[in-house]
């Protein structure tokens, strides 16, 4: 590999919320018991050092000693433009449909504040990502839950049914789309999304869709942006991305949306500006820029095939290892979601005890009940293998015995 993705990063007294946050808030685990190191698996951000050309863009920009106000640089909207033409075969795409957000959740919500007025429901996936139920619950929307279900292959598949069931009784006008999906990990196929557009055309509900995880894509699956399916659904949806999950660029703040319609995006661009503190930072758009360069490009397929086999060697342990957990082989993201219910029964515990015993040992991994999973944990393999594998060898020896 040109990049290197197995050499053990020390992030402690480096502000790192997975390391340095241990215990400190409800969601946190405890610190491990004397003996064994923590390992993160719980916040989703990677234990990989990003790209170089990152830092080389920041540091280049602060060698000029002035960070008064500025605007994007055409370099900035010219990255984003060529980067998803390249990497998910979009057309079309040009600088007026794309617009700042500090954050994807931010961007969700202003979004939400167009098409909703405070009080409506509002269409998700169970499992379901935390931020969009904190978010979506503290401005005042009802969230109603289709849940997805395995397939005999234990693939998690959309109930249309129970979708256009949940719309009709709900009178529901907007959906949040994830794509690819947290914590469940599925890169919806095409037929997939063109199906849930058409049910979403058919009763006018109009599309929120995260796609922040869609550079994350595992084993040969592909992502299919969902403005990509249809005229109708290019029109119907915003869509919402950033390099942060990409390229652990979190810390810096900066995402961005696609909007191709035009009454939507002026109204979202408003609804965005009204704290006026939806503005960019300087570093984080030299951040994009170095990220969505030619070696940044090598870098995320050299990042998807060390996450796959993280994966492979994950799901074959458990198989092997951990008789009573059931985990469906995430396509995209680096997160597992493990479903302990069986282990739990036949061992006598409850998931706080079995949460605790991992923590216990320096595998400091995270509630999925938070996720709506409810006797479940969601890991992340965003960690060089030898981390790992270190951390499934503690899970077997002190763990599920």
Known sequence: MTYDFTSIIDRRGKDAVAIDGLGLSYSAPDGPKEGFDPIPMWVADMNFPTVPTVQEAIIERTKHPAFGYFTPREEYFQSIIRWHEQRNGVTGLKKEHIGYENGVLGGVISALNVLCSRGDHVLLHS????????????????????????????????????????????????????????PCGRVWERWEVEQAMELFRKHDVMVVSDEIWSDIILDGHKHIPVQSVSEDARNRTAAFYAPSKTFNLAGLVGSYHIIYNK????????????????????????????????????????????????????????????????????????????????WCEAHGKT???????????????????????????????????????????????????
């Open 127 to 182: 499992p379901t990502y935390i931020g969009f139920t904190e978010s979506l619950t503290n401005n005042g929307y009802h969230i109603v839950h289709s849940p997805l279900t395995p397939d005999e292959k234990g693939v998690y598949r959309m109930d249309f049914a129970d979708m256009e069931k949940k719309i009709r009784e709900n009178r529901i006008h907007v959906a949040i789309f994830c794509s690819p999906h947290n």
């Open 263 to 342: 009454w939507l995006r002026e109204r979202v661009e408003k609804e965005s500006s009204l704290s006026h503190y939806n503005e960019m930072n300087v570093l984080s758009m030299y951040a994009l820029i170095g990220a969505y360069q030619p070696e940044g490009y090598v870098w995320v397929d050299e990042l998807c095939q060390t996450i796959s086999g993280n994966i492979c060697f994950a799901c074959a342990y458990i198989d092997q290892y951990f008789d009573g957990v059931s985990v469906s082989k995430p396509e995209g993201t680096y997160m597992l979601f493990l479903d302990c219910t069986k």
């Open 351 to 401: 998931i706080d005890e079995l949460e605790k015993a991992g923590w216990d040992v320096g595998v400091a991994w995270q509630d999925g009940r938070m996720f709506h999973g409810p006797c479940h944990i969601r890991m992340n393999l965003a960690l060089p293998l030898s981390r790992v594998q270190e951390a499934f060898e503690r899970l077997r020896r002190y763990v599920f015995v």
